[in-house]
Each structure stands twice: as structure tokens, then as C-alpha cells.
T-cell receptor
Framework: GQQVMQIPQYQHVQEGEDFTTYCNSSTTLSNIQWYKQRPGGHPVFLIQLVKSGEVKKQKRLTFQFGEAKKNSSLHITATQTTDVGTYFC?????????????FGKGTLLTVNP | DSGVTQTPKHLITATGQRVTLRCSPRSGDLSVYWYQQSLDQGLQFLIQ???????AKGNILERFSAQQFPDLHSELNLSSLELGDSALYFCASSVAFGFSGNTIYFGEGSWLTVV
């Protein structure tokens, strides 16, 4: 079945440093979604990328979707302590009426103030 | 607040027991999803319902079952519980059942501890 891999599993940075997490799918994705889960919280939708090569920005966050639509990345510029949490990518798989969202295992970001 | 309501928030039960987790989706959302989150397995998709019908099945054990009622709330039933079933169970909802342009919203989860 479809697999979504994320690296790194953990990342610890000093406040102000940049951070990047990478996501790779075993299959071509129709779209990819990114979620953030704060410690003790629930996953919160951040963004969805649909087009090949698409780049979207949300303030200090930059999301990219690969040309082959099998990989994606999330880059945070100048991290802040509020960025702490686990970042998940998720890709849909569908076949007929079967839709499910497969999540990567996430990258846990910790930020040292 | 995502608008997805889950009860109970915490539950402690013994092995072999049965529990029911309840979920009320966001107003207007027809799709309900159940996910299990554990430290070693991450977020695992269990099952999805759309407007009362099962639409997709993931890694859901035979001891687990779910349903979506006419008022669109959903219940996840976990039976013959084992220690390994201890996890955070999330319910999520969305308007449709396809994923293009379809954001899913997660509830705060139900912490299940099996002792």
C-alpha cells in the first residue's frame, strides 16, 4: 500500500534558526496536505498543495510540492518557540469510493529559546 | 476549537473490556474519520464514513467497529481490549469524502488507557 515517509524524525533548533522537514510518497499524489500538532493537542490543517512544482507561503512557512508529485517539503524561516510541535504530511489514496489520508510519522520540532 | 467534539476525553479500562468513543462532526460535515495515534505507529487511519455509509477502511482490527448515525454523529466501539490498544483516538470530519480541496478537521481526541 501507499507509504508516506518523513525525515527527520526529530529536529532541535535554536530560536532564529531555519527548519526543514521532507516528505516522500511511494506513489504519485493528487495532492499533499500538511498538519501541525502542538504537544498535547490535535492535528491542525496547515495547507494543501495540488499542482506539480507548487510553492505556497504562509508567513515564515514555505511549502513545496515536487515536480513528480511524490515529495514535498516544509521550510520554516527563523523559528520561534511557537513553532514547537510535530509537523505531519499526509497524502490521499483513492480507488473507486475508497478515500483515505495516509500520514507520515511526523517531524517533532523543538526550539530552544 | 475545530468544531469536532469527542467524548470521553480520557478513559481508563481493564483488558478484555469494551468501550465506546463518541464523535460529533462539525456542523454541515458529512464525512467522519477515525484515527489512532500511538508513539510507535504515528497516526493510523482506521475507518471513514460518509453520510451514514462506510467509505474506506484502514488498519482497523476486527475487534473494533464503528458506525455513523442518521444525525451524523459517529461511534467507535473497541472490544476485547488489550494493553496495546492504549492510544489517542482522533475523530475528524470534512464536508465531502474526496480529498481534493477538502480539509479535514480533527477533534481533541480520546485518550484510552488499558490496564
Amino acid at each position: 500500500g501507499q507509504q508516506v515517509m518523513q525525515i527527520p524524525q526529530y529536529q532541535h533548533v535554536q530560536e532564529g534558526e531555519d527548519f526543514t522537514t521532507y516528505c516522500n510518497s511511494s506513489t504519485t499524489l493528487s495532492n499533499i496536505q500538511w498538519y501541525k500538532q502542538r504537544p498535547g493537542g490535535h492535528p491542525v490543517f496547515l495547507i494543501q498543495l495540488v499542482k506539480s512544482g507548487e510553492v505556497k507561503k504562509q508567513k515564515r512557512l514555505t511549502f513545496q510540492f515536487g515536480e513528480a508529485k511524490k515529495n514535498s517539503s516544509l521550510h520554516i524561516t527563523a523559528t520561534q518557540t511557537t513553532d514547537v510541535g510535530t509537523y505531519f504530511c499526509a497524502g490521499p489514496s483513492s480507488g473507486g469510493s475508497n478515500y483515505k489520508l495516509t500520514f507520515g510519522k511526523g517531524t517533532l520540532l523543538t526550539v530552544n529559546p | 476549537d475545530s468544531g469536532v467534539t469527542q467524548t470521553p476525553k480520557h478513559l481508563i479500562t481493564a483488558t478484555g473490556q469494551r468501550v465506546t468513543l463518541r464523535c460529533s462532526p462539525r456542523s454541515g460535515d458529512l464525512s467522519v474519520y477515525w484515527y489512532q495515534q500511538s508513539l510507535d505507529q504515528g497516526l493510523q487511519f482506521l475507518i471513514q464514513y460518509y453520510n451514514g455509509e462506510e467509505r474506506a477502511k484502514g488498519n482497523i482490527l476486527e475487534r473494533f467497529s464503528a458506525q455513523q448515525f442518521p444525525d451524523l454523529h459517529s461511534e467507535l466501539n473497541l472490544s476485547s481490549l488489550e494493553l496495546g490498544d492504549s492510544a489517542l483516538y482522533f475523530c475528524a470530519s470534512s464536508v465531502a469524502f474526496g480529498f481534493s480541496g477538502n480539509t479535514i478537521y480533527f477533534g481533541e481526541g480520546s485518550w484510552l488507557t488499558v490496564v
